[in-house]
């Protein structure tokens, strides 16, 4: 079986670090109902809009089947 991958970049506002819980389940759950399965989530430096700085936030990896 073959496999196709897709990352997200998911990051809040550069002000506060607290990740708000209810728009990643929404992230999740659009990803999921599009047939996305959630493999990792993994911490990084998210490049934001503004700015040559980074910002931390998640990159999550999904993945699913190929037709």
Request: charge should be negative; hydrophobic fraction near 40%; charged fraction near 30%.
């Amino acid at each position: 079986m073959s496999y196709e991958y897709k990352v997200v970049n998911f990051r809040e506002s550069l002000i506060g670090d607290a990740i708000d819980s209810d728009k990643l389940e929404k992230t999740l759950n659009k990803q999921a109902a599009d047939g996305w399965q959630l493999k990792a989530i993994t911490a990084a430096d998210v490049k934001g809009r503004i700015g040559p700085g980074a910002v931390e936030g998640l990159l999550l990896t999904f993945e699913r089947p190929t037709a």
